[in-house]
């Protein structure tokens, strides 16, 4: 397979990651490349998401690993990017949404943190 193939295949994956976080949700850069099957390519997320060009896309879901929008803040897209997610029920302070810690072990997940 060719490399141009590669890459439309792994941009189509992170396009595809991107669409399934549900509404109301965050994911990081690094986890949207994960969920792509492209572990340590948030970089790779954060160019795609710099030139896209679809208003369909819900770019607004995808932030920095400590759950800090990505945009200069005050920016237009920064405010766009907090009243979007605002508008989905996300608590959005001074440009960060916190979240949960994330579950890694199976006890983790039955019992809880430790």
Same mark, same amino acid.
């Given at each position: 397979?060719?490399?141009?193939?590669?890459?439309?295949?792994? !941009?189509? *994956?992170?396009?595809?990651?991107?669409?399934?976080?549900?509404?109301?949700? %965050?994911?990081?850069?690094? #986890?949207?490349?994960?969920?792509?099957?492209?572990?340590?390519?948030?970089?790779?997320v954060? *160019?795609?998401?710099?030139?896209?060009?679809?208003?369909?896309?819900?770019? !607004?879901?995808?932030?920095?690993?400590?759950?800090?929008?990505?945009?200069?803040?005050?920016s *237009?897209?920064?405010? #766009?990017?907090?009243?979007?997610?605002?508008?989905?029920?996300?608590?959005?302070?001074?440009?960060?949404?916190?979240?949960?810690?994330? %579950?890694?072990?199976?006890? #983790?997940?039955?019992?809880?943190?430790?």
């Amino acid at each position: 397979m060719s490399p141009a193939l590669d890459a439309a295949d792994g !941009h189509a *994956r992170i396009l595809a990651a991107i669409r399934a976080i549900p509404r109301g949700q %965050v994911m990081g850069y690094g #986890e949207v490349a994960a969920k792509a099957g492209l572990p340590g390519r948030a970089r790779l997320v954060a *160019r795609l998401l710099g030139s896209n060009d679809d208003p369909a896309l819900p770019w !607004h879901r995808v932030l920095r690993s400590d759950g800090r929008i990505a945009m200069p803040e005050g920016s *237009r897209g920064w405010r #766009e990017q907090s009243q979007r997610l605002r508008a989905e029920g996300v608590q959005v302070e001074n440009g960060r949404v916190k979240r949960a810690k994330r %579950v890694t072990t199976m006890d #983790e997940a039955i019992w809880g943190p430790g």
